[in-house]
């Protein structure tokens, strides 16, 4: 079983940053590709970024340039750095693990609210 626990969210002003970890357990972390995806009200859950197990990385265009998306194998963690943030950032943000080994998880989700 594996579970995903994130915190960093919060209430931020327009062009303010924020940055979102996820701890992960078990050894699966490592071989898995991670994700950070957002919901918004009434609107469906998004990709913002993901990081596959070699570190490469895809990002939604409404994000690309401002969010950086990083994992740390050693503390079983990854991180969004996000900067430059705009009120419609505000969402509820999920850490994702994807693994074809176990399938996939979600963390129990961190509110973001950007005020204008």
């Known amino acids: 079983q594996v579970q995903l626990v994130e915190s960093g969210g919060g209430l931020v002003q327009a062009g303010g940053s924020l940055r979102l970890s996820c701890a992960a357990s078990g050894m699966i972390f490592k071989i898995s590709t991670m994700g950070w995806y957002r919901q918004a009200p009434e609107k469906q859950r998004d990709l913002v970024a993901t990081i596959t197990s070699g570190g490469s990385t895809n990002y939604a265009d409404s994000v690309k340039g401002r969010f950086t998306i990083s994992r740390d194998n050693v503390k079983n963690t990854v991180y969004l750095q996000m900067n430059s943030l705009k009120p419609e950032d505000t969402a509820v943000y999920y850490c994702?693990?994807?693994?074809?080994?176990?399938?996939?998880?979600w963390g129990q989700g961190t509110q973001v609210t950007v005020s204008s």
């Open positions: 994702n693990l994807d693994s074809t080994l176990v399938g996939g998880y």
